[in-house]
């Protein structure tokens, strides 16, 4: 087992762990450093964005490894984190609630935008909760 760090821009702005094993590329994840867009835009809230781990590996303590690894790049109090809310999900979800996320307070998001009462949106990969953790 392997989680190798395999980039980090020129301004250290992001970084991507990959979690390899008997050469087969398991799962990744990636931490924007200072997000440009979303809901940590301007907060010197780290995010972190883009974290799979491929169908057949999963259940396998490959997403916990990761997780672990990537927190350990975060310098700052806090560190944030967004997911969908449709059951693809759900094993996501679990996962940063079992490891101390808790929702950032402004309800979901579709498309990136608070989604404010009374408005309607799609189930899909474009609604999400997003949460923070103090290191």
């Known amino acids: 087992m392997c989680i190798r760090d395999s980039t980090r ?42 974290f799979n781990v491929f169908e057949k590996y999963q259940n396998k303590g490959i997403g916990q490894e990761l997780l672990d690894a990537i927190i350990l790049e975060v310098n700052g109090p806090q560190v944030g984190i967004g997911v969908g809310l449709n059951p693809d999900y759900g094993k996501a979800q679990r996962l940063y609630i079992k490891n101390g996320f808790i929702p950032d307070g402004k309800g979901i998001y579709y498309k990136g935008e608070i989604v404010k009462a009374g408005d309607t949106c799609i189930n899909d990969d474009d609604l999400n909760m997003y949460f923070t953790k103090r290191i």
Not at 22 to 43: A, E, H, R
């Open 9 to 50: 821009t020129k301004q250290g702005d992001r970084i991507v762990l990959v979690y390899e094993n008997d050469d087969q590329v398991k799962g990744y994840i990636t931490l924007v450093k200072n997000p440009s867009s979303g809901p940590f835009k301007n907060t010197k809230v780290p995010e972190i964005r883009d």
